[in-house]
């Protein structure tokens, strides 16, 4: 797969970013309370992947990067900003700004991505360069482990970019989740669960997920 995606998926935005929807606080996402947002649009297609709701490019809301920031950075008492998706690195044009932005403001970031270091062009290289923590690589069925904290298959490595944080902080490797129940009275599931003890926990029927968003 090559690197330079920016051409391919026609993501030119410098100050836009599209966003699949953002929770404002967890404890799931890497260390502290964090806020995420997940992006909308990735083309990596990794089989089993959770949120194919979030590859095409053509959805979810675009943000101006400066709003965005402002929205971020208004949220009190977090760590951090931890962003996934979709993939994050597929609209660097955005991020890169965002990310300045919201370092500026003492926020650390965490960035999920499927790409491995070498796939990335220079400025996906530079969006990496200023996160805090980083989990790498594609997300592979056959690796999938429910023993892994911050990464859902064995093959994707963390890495500490900035070298603010480092192997100490992420802990224990124990899977972590998080259910977060909507005003419509849907599921949201953040983190890396076993579904079947999710389900058997809400007493859900295994027929009927429509009302339950793994992210
Ligand atoms: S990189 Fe992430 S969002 Fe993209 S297909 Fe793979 S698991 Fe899904």
Not at 118 to 145: M, P, T
Not at 163 to 176: A, C, L, R
Request: net charge negative; proline share 4%.
């Amino acid at each position: 797969m090559s690197g330079n995606m920016e051409s391919e998926v026609g993501i030119s935005s410098n100050s836009q970013l599209r966003v699949a929807m953002i929770i404002e606080k967890s404890r799931v996402n890497g260390p502290g309370w964090r806020t995420v947002v997940w992006v909308q649009g990735c083309t990596l297609a990794c089989d089993g992947c959770w949120n194919q709701h979030m590859w095409p490019h053509s959805g979810g809301e675009l943000w101006d990067v400066e709003e965005l920031s402002k929205k971020l950075l208004s949220i009190d008492d977090v760590e951090g900003v931890t962003f996934s998706g979709g993939d994050p690195l597929q609209q660097p044009r955005a991020l890169k700004p965002l990310l300045k932005l919201l370092r500026d403001g003492g926020r650390t970031i965490f960035l999920y991505t499927g790409y491995e270091e070498v796939e990335l062009n220079q400025r996906q290289k530079e969006c990496l360069e200023l996160c805090d923590i980083a989990v790498v690589g594609r997300y592979l069925e056959n690796q999938r482990s429910l023993d892994l904290k911050w990464r859902g298959s064995e093959n994707q490595r963390i890495i500490f970019p900035t070298g603010k944080y480092s192997e100490e902080d992420i802990g224990e490797d124990i899977q972590e989740y998080e259910v977060h129940i909507g005003e419509d009275g849907g599921y949201t599931i953040t983190g890396f669960p076993d579904l079947d003890e999710v389900r058997n926990m809400l007493g859900h029927p295994r027929e009927d997920d429509s009302d339950i968003m793994n992210i």
